[in-house]
């Protein structure tokens, strides 16, 4: 397995807190500026897929929160674990 794959595999097995959390970790690092020019471009791309996987998990919370309260504020009740499945 590639480390991109490997990546995207780990990232889509982590919680949004968690994905986040160690995306801050990467910018820091390299906000530092110490970090050799390969590990940094190797940070960035963990890092990217990273953001990639916090966007994904909040459109797909964002697609939820519109199922569950319509326009006119009424609430739904809906079993997404259904719908996931």
Do not use: R, Y
């Not at 097995?13 to 690092?29: D, G, N, P, R, Y």
């Not at 471009?41 to 966007?55: P, R």
């Not at 459109?59 to 499945?85: P, R, Y």
């Amino acid at each position: 397995m590639t480390k991109a794959a490997d990546t995207t595999a780990k990232a889509n097995e982590i919680s949004f807190e968690e994905a986040m959390e160690q995306l801050e970790t990467i910018v820091e690092k390299l906000e530092q500026g110490d970090v050799p020019l390969e590990e940094a471009i190797s940070m960035f791309q963990e890092g990217m897929q990273l953001s990639k996987e916090c966007h994904s998990k909040l459109t797909s919370v964002e697609k939820k929160m519109d199922q569950i309260l319509h326009a006119d504020g009424e609430l739904e009740a809906t079993d997404f674990q259904e719908e996931e499945e």
